[in-house]
């Protein structure tokens, strides 16, 4: 029985930022930053995962040493591991996203048939989760959640990104906990608000919606009221990769553990500060200092 099971593509992100030479590779995808991060607070973690023979036995190890299980990754021999191109802008808040390499989907027959787990994250990339396959997850679990980035996300010919409404929205009507970026949510339901879109959501039967703003902090909705979460801010900003996934996984270690919302998503947004203060999964704080941070925040806000 694990507390969090993280499900989607890992990653070879080559990123580029404004104020370094050259690109870094990293080990990257939203189930390497959800994982890590849930792990971080003590969360018993899984995930499910396909991934090439490209895919760095060092990546493989040290999520090992992390107590990351591996059990259910899938490792094809005649296939490349999914790979993102990141160019960020001079200040970092956008960002310009190339596909170099795509691994096949994650299928029916790729889900273990014993798996059970407190809560099943969707975390695509590349569009690599079915309807069908998180009907399959809808039943390992108590709680369903989902990060949309990947469902949303089409390739041209080079593998430029551009972001477009689903056709299936259908799974919207598995889950329980939905997060995105504001831009995801009002593509996603062609919305051209935050409480138009949090609403449209919360009609497919989504129970809590959560919309990150980066340095804006985030907006949490239980039952259409929507409350407002401060970002805390970081002793540097170095590279925003993550952040989000960083806050999801750490909000549904908390959650998970019967925590209020409130504390959960204050704790999400203690842990994405610590992130973005190095270059890739690795930076993300201790478990002290994630909750350190989260009381500073949640005590500014009691006495506000």
């Known amino acids: 029985m694990y507390d969090l099971v993280a499900v989607g593509h890992f990653s070879i992100d080559s990123i580029i930022l404004p104020t370094r030479t050259g690109s870094f590779t990293v080990l990257g995808g939203s189930v390497a930053y959800t994982s890590l991060a849930a792990n971080r607070l003590d969360s018993r973690v899984a995930v499910v995962s396909k991934v090439g023979a490209d895919f760095p036995e060092a990546y493989k190890w040290w999520l090992g040493e992390e107590k990351i299980d591996l059990s ?5 021999e005649d296939a490349t591991t999914t790979s993102y191109e990141l160019k960020y802008n001079a200040d970092l808040s956008d960002r310009v996203l190339k596909l170099r390499n795509k691994a ?3 299928t029916i027959q790729d889900l273990p048939e ?3 787990a407190e809560a099943i994250h969707l975390a695509p990339i590349a569009g690599e989760i079915t309807y ?3 009907e399959k997850l809808r039943n390992h679990a108590n709680l369903l959640s989902l990060d949309p980035q990947g469902l949303l996300r089409k390739f ?3 593998g430029n990104v551009t972001i477009a409404t689903p056709e299936d929205k259908r799974l919207l009507g598995l889950i329980d906990i939905y997060k995105s970026s504001l831009k995801e949510i009002l593509t996603l339901t062609e919305m051209s ?3 138009s879109a949090v609403k449209g959501v919360h009609d497919c039967g989504v129970s809590i919606v959560i919309v990150t703003h980066g340095s804006g902090g985030a907006a949490v909705s239980i039952e259409d009221k929507i409350h407002n979460v401060p970002a805390y801010t970081p002793t540097t900003l170095v590279d925003p990769t993550g952040a989000g996934d960083v806050f999801m996984g750490s909000f549904l270690a908390e959650y998970t553990r019967g925590e209020d919302c409130s504390w959960c998503a204050h704790v999400g947004s203690a842990a994405a500060s610590c992130v973005i203060e190095g270059i890739g999964p690795t930076s993300l704080g201790s478990r002290d200092e994630v909750y350190r941070r989260a009381r500073v925040l949640y005590e500014k806000e009691i006495k506000h």
């Open 193 to 195: 608000d935050l409480e």
């Open 156 to 158: 041209d010919s080079e």
């Open 114 to 116: 014993f798996l059970k």
């Open 132 to 134: 069908e396959t998180a």
């Open 104 to 106: 096949p989907p994650i």
């Open 72 to 76: 259910y990754v899938v490792k094809k």
